[in-house]
Protein backbone atom coordinates (compact mmCIF):
# COMPACT_ATOMS: atom_id res chain seq x y z
CA UNK A 1 0.00 0.00 0.00
CA UNK A 2 2.55 2.37 -0.69
CA UNK A 3 0.86 4.69 -2.36
CA UNK A 4 -2.12 4.43 -0.94
CA UNK A 5 0.33 5.86 2.26
CA UNK A 6 2.06 8.77 0.19
CA UNK A 7 -1.46 9.81 -0.40
CA UNK A 8 -2.35 10.12 2.85
CA UNK A 9 0.84 12.45 3.56
CA UNK A 10 0.35 14.46 0.85
CA UNK A 11 -3.14 15.48 1.52
CA UNK A 12 -2.46 15.39 5.33
CA UNK A 13 0.77 18.19 4.53
CA UNK A 14 -2.43 19.96 2.30
CA UNK A 15 -4.62 20.46 4.49
CA UNK A 16 -2.16 22.07 7.08
CA UNK A 17 -1.14 23.96 3.94
CA UNK A 18 -4.86 25.23 2.75
CA UNK A 19 -5.43 26.01 6.39
CA UNK A 20 -8.24 23.52 6.94
CA UNK A 21 -6.39 22.31 10.02
CA UNK A 22 -3.61 22.95 12.94
CA UNK A 23 -0.66 20.77 13.96
CA UNK A 24 -2.33 17.49 14.56
CA UNK A 25 -5.66 18.39 14.34
CA UNK A 26 -7.32 15.63 12.13
CA UNK A 27 -6.63 12.30 10.18
CA UNK A 28 -6.65 10.44 7.08
CA UNK A 29 -7.73 6.92 5.86
CA UNK A 30 -7.77 5.06 2.51
CA UNK A 31 -9.66 1.87 2.38
CA UNK A 32 -8.85 -0.89 0.59
CA UNK A 33 -11.92 -2.98 -0.30
CA UNK A 34 -10.42 -5.82 -2.14
CA UNK A 35 -7.91 -6.65 0.36
CA UNK A 36 -10.10 -5.48 3.39
CA UNK A 37 -7.90 -3.51 4.75
CA UNK A 38 -7.59 0.75 5.94
CA UNK A 39 -4.46 2.75 5.78
CA UNK A 40 -4.27 5.39 8.45
CA UNK A 41 -2.65 8.58 9.66
CA UNK A 42 -0.63 7.73 13.44
CA UNK A 43 -1.70 8.98 16.43
CA UNK A 44 -0.16 12.88 17.33
CA UNK A 45 2.76 13.21 14.85
CA UNK A 46 2.78 16.59 12.75
CA UNK A 47 1.56 15.72 9.03
CA UNK A 48 4.99 17.58 8.11
CA UNK A 49 6.62 14.19 9.77
CA UNK A 50 4.90 11.52 8.73
CA UNK A 51 6.99 9.09 6.90
CA UNK A 52 5.50 5.94 5.02
CA UNK A 53 6.66 3.86 7.68
CA UNK A 54 4.51 5.64 10.36
CA UNK A 55 1.02 5.02 8.59
CA UNK A 56 -1.00 2.13 10.12
CA UNK A 57 -2.78 -0.71 8.55
CA UNK A 58 -5.60 -2.47 9.89
CA UNK A 59 -8.02 -5.29 8.66
CA UNK A 60 -11.71 -4.43 9.05
CA UNK A 61 -11.67 -5.90 12.45
CA UNK A 62 -9.67 -3.44 13.68
CA UNK A 63 -6.44 -5.57 14.17
CA UNK A 64 -3.54 -3.59 13.22
CA UNK A 65 -1.94 -5.96 10.54
CA UNK A 66 1.34 -3.77 9.48
CA UNK A 67 2.84 -0.46 11.70
CA UNK A 68 4.78 -0.09 14.57
CA UNK A 69 2.97 3.50 15.59
CA UNK A 70 -0.67 3.92 17.26
CA UNK A 71 -3.09 4.47 14.76
CA UNK A 72 -5.37 7.73 15.25
CA UNK A 73 -7.18 7.98 17.97
CA UNK A 74 -10.34 8.13 16.06
CA UNK A 75 -9.70 4.94 13.89
CA UNK A 76 -13.40 3.69 14.54
CA UNK A 77 -14.76 6.73 13.42
CA UNK A 78 -13.14 5.88 9.99
CA UNK A 79 -13.13 2.23 9.93
CA UNK A 80 -17.49 2.15 11.33
CA UNK A 81 -18.02 3.59 7.96
CA UNK A 82 -15.72 1.33 5.58
CA UNK A 83 -18.04 -1.59 7.53
CA UNK A 84 -21.07 -0.02 6.67
CA UNK A 85 -21.05 1.83 3.38
CA UNK A 86 -20.08 0.60 -0.02
CA UNK A 87 -19.96 4.01 -1.60
CA UNK A 88 -16.83 5.72 0.65
CA UNK A 89 -13.53 4.19 0.35
CA UNK A 90 -11.65 7.55 1.74
CA UNK A 91 -12.41 9.58 4.59
CA UNK A 92 -10.62 12.76 6.17
CA UNK A 93 -11.62 14.82 9.41
CA UNK A 94 -10.05 17.75 10.25
CA UNK A 95 -10.29 20.97 12.67
CA UNK A 96 -11.55 23.38 9.87
CA UNK A 97 -12.55 26.69 11.50
CA UNK A 98 -16.06 27.58 10.21
CA UNK A 99 -17.28 24.26 9.98
CA UNK A 100 -16.42 24.04 13.74
CA UNK A 101 -17.90 27.40 14.63
CA UNK A 102 -21.13 25.75 13.72
CA UNK A 103 -20.07 22.47 15.32
CA UNK A 104 -19.70 24.46 18.66
CA UNK A 105 -22.96 26.75 17.95
CA UNK A 106 -24.15 22.48 17.30
CA UNK A 107 -25.98 24.02 14.80
CA UNK A 108 -26.45 22.14 11.27
CA UNK A 109 -25.31 23.75 7.68
CA UNK A 110 -28.37 24.07 5.83
CA UNK A 111 -28.70 24.61 1.87
CA UNK A 112 -27.99 28.27 1.94
CA UNK A 113 -25.56 27.60 -1.31
CA UNK A 114 -25.88 24.89 -3.92
CA UNK A 115 -22.23 23.95 -3.34
CA UNK A 116 -23.42 21.92 -0.20
CA UNK A 117 -24.66 19.22 -2.47
CA UNK A 118 -20.97 17.33 -2.82
CA UNK A 119 -21.67 16.13 0.56
CA UNK A 120 -25.72 15.91 0.57
CA UNK A 121 -29.16 18.00 0.80
CA UNK A 122 -27.33 19.68 4.17
CA UNK A 123 -25.07 18.79 6.69
CA UNK A 124 -26.30 17.53 9.90
CA UNK A 125 -24.48 17.85 13.48
CA UNK A 126 -23.17 14.48 15.19
CA UNK A 127 -24.21 14.45 18.86
CA UNK A 128 -21.33 15.50 20.96
CA UNK A 129 -19.03 12.45 22.36
CA UNK A 130 -15.55 12.55 23.36
CA UNK A 131 -12.98 12.48 20.78
CA UNK A 132 -11.38 8.56 20.23
CA UNK A 133 -14.70 6.98 22.00
CA UNK A 134 -16.99 4.71 19.91
CA UNK A 135 -19.53 6.38 20.85
CA UNK A 136 -18.50 9.83 18.80
CA UNK A 137 -17.75 7.06 15.92
CA UNK A 138 -21.32 5.62 16.05
CA UNK A 139 -22.82 9.35 16.59
CA UNK A 140 -20.96 10.77 13.37
CA UNK A 141 -22.14 7.34 11.47
CA UNK A 142 -25.67 8.19 12.29
CA UNK A 143 -25.57 11.80 10.81
CA UNK A 144 -23.68 10.80 7.73
CA UNK A 145 -26.34 8.67 6.53
CA UNK A 146 -27.34 9.13 2.77
CA UNK A 147 -24.72 12.36 3.02
CA UNK A 148 -20.71 12.48 2.36
CA UNK A 149 -19.97 15.10 5.62
CA UNK A 150 -21.36 15.44 9.24
CA UNK A 151 -19.99 18.05 11.50
CA UNK A 152 -19.28 17.27 14.66
CA UNK A 153 -20.32 18.60 17.62
CA UNK A 154 -17.36 20.67 19.36
CA UNK A 155 -15.04 19.35 17.49
CA UNK A 156 -14.58 19.86 13.14
CA UNK A 157 -15.60 18.20 10.35
CA UNK A 158 -15.88 14.06 8.91
CA UNK A 159 -15.67 13.72 5.49
CA UNK A 160 -16.27 10.58 2.91
CA UNK A 161 -15.57 10.13 -0.66
CA UNK A 162 -14.73 7.11 -3.41
CA UNK A 163 -10.86 8.45 -2.94
CA UNK A 164 -8.85 10.91 -1.26
CA UNK A 165 -9.00 13.70 -4.02
CA UNK A 166 -12.80 14.12 -3.88
CA UNK A 167 -12.86 13.96 0.31
CA UNK A 168 -10.46 16.46 0.30
CA UNK A 169 -12.49 18.83 -2.21
CA UNK A 170 -15.78 18.11 0.34
CA UNK A 171 -14.10 19.54 3.02
CA UNK A 172 -12.60 22.18 1.15
CA UNK A 173 -16.15 23.22 -0.36
CA UNK A 174 -18.40 22.10 3.03
CA UNK A 175 -15.92 25.03 4.52
CA UNK A 176 -16.28 27.33 2.20
CA UNK A 177 -20.17 26.70 2.66
CA UNK A 178 -19.56 27.17 6.32
CA UNK A 179 -18.14 30.18 6.13
CA UNK A 180 -20.34 32.06 3.48
CA UNK A 181 -22.98 31.13 6.34
CA UNK A 182 -21.74 31.95 9.05
CA UNK A 183 -20.86 35.21 7.74
CA UNK A 184 -23.84 36.27 6.37
CA UNK A 185 -25.95 35.05 9.49
CA UNK A 186 -23.99 38.09 11.26
CA UNK A 187 -25.75 40.35 8.63
CA UNK A 188 -28.73 38.61 8.20
CA UNK A 189 -30.48 35.91 7.85
CA UNK A 190 -29.43 33.46 4.56
CA UNK A 191 -31.95 32.34 2.10
CA UNK A 192 -32.39 28.41 1.90
CA UNK A 193 -32.62 26.56 -1.20
CA UNK A 194 -35.42 24.30 -1.50
CA UNK A 195 -35.32 20.45 -1.45
CA UNK A 196 -36.22 20.38 -5.16
CA UNK A 197 -33.47 22.56 -5.71
CA UNK A 198 -30.91 20.68 -3.94
CA UNK A 199 -32.34 17.51 -5.42
CA UNK A 200 -31.53 19.04 -9.19
CA UNK A 201 -28.23 19.75 -7.74
CA UNK A 202 -27.63 15.77 -6.64
CA UNK A 203 -28.17 14.71 -9.84
CA UNK A 204 -26.16 17.68 -11.82
CA UNK A 205 -23.42 16.73 -9.68
CA UNK A 206 -22.79 13.30 -10.76
CA UNK A 207 -21.77 14.53 -13.84
CA UNK A 208 -20.70 17.75 -13.84
CA UNK A 209 -17.59 19.13 -11.79
CA UNK A 210 -16.65 15.89 -10.53
CA UNK A 211 -13.24 15.27 -10.11
CA UNK A 212 -11.48 12.34 -10.74
CA UNK A 213 -8.12 11.07 -9.95
CA UNK A 214 -5.20 10.16 -11.78
CA UNK A 215 -6.37 6.97 -10.66
CA UNK A 216 -9.34 6.85 -12.00
CA UNK A 217 -9.26 8.43 -15.19
Given at each position: ??????????Y???????????????N??V??????????????I?????????????????N???????????????????????????????????????????E??????????????????A??A????????????????????V??????????????????????E????S??Y????????????????????????????????????
Amino acid sequence: MSDVKQELIKYGKKLVETDLTKGTGGNLSVFDREKQLMAITPSGIDFFEIKESDIVVMDINGNIVEGERLPSSEWYMHLIQYQTRDDIDAIIHAHTTYATVLACLREPLPASHYMIAVAGENVRVAEYATYGSPELAKNAFEAMKDRKAVILANHGILAGANDLLNAFNIVEEIEYCSEVYTKAKAIGEPVILPHEEMVLMAEKFKTYGQRVSKENK
